[in-house]
């Protein structure tokens, strides 16, 4: 599988000037928080969730589901093109991860068939510190 490069491409050292050490970690070295720690495990706001790397648009509140996994968990991206994915086989197991598809950031993984009432059958288990919540507008 062929991956298009980023739109938005920075050097490590620019990374590491833009990002905090723990947003660092995740995003761009595939890190993971600890559950239940996240800022937007269990928020309800209305708004739009973009990538705190580069800002483009990820997911909207309304996919946002309660999975009680300890992250924030979506059934499906805010637009087709938003995220990619990649088969990610560390930690001895097969698993999918999500990136921003604008920089490349790691966001989490997705997971299949796991009996969650949604439309899509999809939980996109994202970092909370990959994302940044804009709140819907009154």
Known sequence: MTIPEP??????????ER???????????????R??????????????YTC???????FRSAEKFESHCGWPSFFDPASSDAVITRPDDSLG??????????CHSHLGHV??????PTPTDLRYCINSISLRL???AD
């Not at 739109?7 to 590491?16: A, C, G, H």
Request: with cysteine.
């Open 7 to 16: 739109k938005v491409q920075l050097s490590d050292d620019e990374w590491r």
């Open 19 to 33: 990002l905090t050490p723990e947003e660092y970690y995740v995003l761009r070295q595939a890190g993971t928080e």
């Open 35 to 48: 559950p239940f720690t996240g800022e937007y495990t269990d928020t309800k706001t209305e708004g739009v």
């Open 52 to 58: 705190r790397a580069c800002g483009a648009e990820l």
């Open 93 to 102: 197991m097969r698993r999918t991860e999500v990136l921003c598809a604008s």
């Open 111 to 116: 997971f299949e068939g796991e009996g969650y």
């Open 134 to 136: 804009v709140p819907a």
